[in-house]
């Protein structure tokens, strides 16, 4: 089975032919969406959407680590991540699917 | 932020009714798990990419009672931050 890539693009076509609005609109409203998400987690919150996932800031602290190439010491300074869990629906779904 | 908040969000901000924008949200939603399901990739530019990782079986153990367990092959959607959205939750 040929595998295919799902695109903001796609997500705007979808929202034309099945909701009725315009092309325009509809990559706008994607835009929005997903600039709403993005702003939440900027600000260090987390987004929970029930039937799809959730989306976590972590905060890692600085630790000691090793530039593999040199054999280095260094410090690597804190950061934050973005993790994503599947909702437990979602992932049953994507296990019990027959492809593959 | 949950679903309801997301949906409050987008109806205000795009002037559209409460109605209009969960349906618009929801729409986005079928469309990336149906994505998922059938095993394809999402890429949002800007904020991140998901792909399906399958997993091999493997011999486990319950953490709780150390008991040997066969752990059955499974696949997980993985997401991927963007390197815009990394790179700004740093900041």
């Known amino acids: ?100 | 932020m949950n679903i309801s908040e997301l949906i409050e969000a987008m109806a205000l901000e795009m002037d559209m009714t409460p109605t209009e924008a969960g349906e618009m949200v929801n729409t986005i939603l079928d469309s990336m798990s149906t994505t998922l399901i059938s095993g394809n990739t999402i890429e949002i530019r800007g904020f991140g990419s998901f792909v399906i990782k399958n997993y091999e079986s493997y011999r486990g153990r319950n953490p709780k009672t150390g008991e040997k367990i066969e752990v059955p092959p499974k696949r997980l959607p993985f997401f991927k931050v963007g390197k815009e959205l990394r790179e700004r939750v740093n900041n």
Not at chain 1, 27 to 43: C, H, N
Not at chain 1, 49 to 54: E, K
Not at chain 1, 62 to 90: D, H, Q, W, Y
């Open chain 1, 1 to 100: 089975m040929k595998r295919s890539n799902l695109t903001r693009k796609d997500l705007a076509k979808t929202i034309n032919e099945d909701l009725g609005f315009s092309q325009r609109s509809a990559g706008e409203l994607v835009d929005s969406v997903f600039a709403s998400l993005r702003q939440t987690l900027i600000q260090g919150d987390s987004v929970k959407l029930v039937q799809f996932g959730t989306f976590t800031v972590r905060k890692k602290s600085s630790r000691v680590g090793r530039n593999p190439r040199t054999g280095e010491t260094m410090e690597i300074s804190k950061r934050s991540m973005v993790t994503f869990k599947a909702s437990k629906g979602l992932r049953e779904k994507i296990n019990s699917s027959d492809d593959e």
